[in-house]
């Protein structure tokens, strides 16, 4: 295991392998499709990771979604190496959906006590936790926490990108391109929770359908991607018909 797994990271540090691989136009095809993968299924990552970074003042959330990127593509080459052997990683997987799952949990139940005025002013995520915001403070705690989830979301994708090819380069470099589209619609999710506020709390029902998703898939349930749209496009016309009739009333009483 250990002598395949030297293998594989030997493999991908062949400089004469990529000037020979990256030459043939067909693998910019498949990188290319490799890559919308990547962003696809990041979907979800994408959405969890807006919502930890939305919570920190704005001078801290590019700074936030940099870290997190570098991060990703750790996880995703340290993963990436053992390949086969990722399928017997599934508490990491039970680890991500039982924290997603908290995660809204917390929130609901912050958001209807008499607390949630209080962390709303300090400007506290509740994504991070109040015992990793104790220990490494309010940045730090989000860091970590968006990282936990790219070390969850990682198994996932590294996962479905083999079953496309079993190329480790061009599943690496089609993750990483693929890593950097979904960070930008990240950045996209931050800017519209900024500018509609009931996003959050769609933001935090889907975290919960994700959570559940991914809990699922531990038990041979796996929801399509294609539902996991459906389901977050119906999620995002309801919010934004919710945010068109809130301003209206607010138009009135004005």
Not at 76 to 99: D, E, N, P, S, T
Not at 152 to 169: H, M, Q
Not at 204 to 221: E, R, V, W
Request: hydrophobic letters at 55%; a neutral charge.
């Amino acid at each position: 295991m250990i002598h395949d797994i030297f293998a594989s990271y030997a493999s991908l540090l062949d400089l004469n392998m990529w000037i020979e691989e990256l030459s043939k136009p067909s693998s910019w095809g498949m990188i290319l499709s490799l890559a919308v993968l990547e962003c696809l299924l990041s979907a979800d990552n994408a959405l969890v990771l807006s919502a930890f970074v939305q919570r920190l003042p704005k001078h801290q959330q590019k700074k936030a979604l940099v870290y997190g990127l570098w991060g990703a593509y750790i996880f995703r080459f340290i993963l990436i190496g053992l390949g086969a052997y990722l399928i017997h990683l599934w508490f990491i997987k039970l680890l991500g959906a039982l924290y997603l799952l908290w995660l809204a949990f917390k929130f609901f139940k912050d958001k209807y006590s008499s607390k949630s005025t209080t962390e709303e002013e300090n400007h506290t995520p509740k994504a991070a936790g109040g015992m990793l915001v104790k220990m490494f403070g309010v940045f730090w705690a989000t860091i970590i926490s968006i990282e936990l989830m790219d070390l969850s979301f990682s198994v996932d994708s590294i996962l479905a990108s083999l079953a496309v090819s079993d190329e480790l380069w061009l599943v690496l470099l089609g993750g990483m391109l693929g890593i950097l589209l979904m960070r930008g619609i990240a950045t996209l999710f931050i800017e519209l929770m900024n500018k509609v506020p009931e996003l959050e709390t769609t933001a935090y029902i889907l975290i919960a359908f994700i959570g559940a998703k991914m809990g699922l898939t531990l038990l041979d349930i796996e929801i399509p991607n294609s539902i996991f749209f459906t389901v977050m496009i119906l999620a995002f016309v309801v919010t934004f018909v919710v945010h068109y009739f809130h301003k209206g009333k607010e138009g009135r009483t004005v």
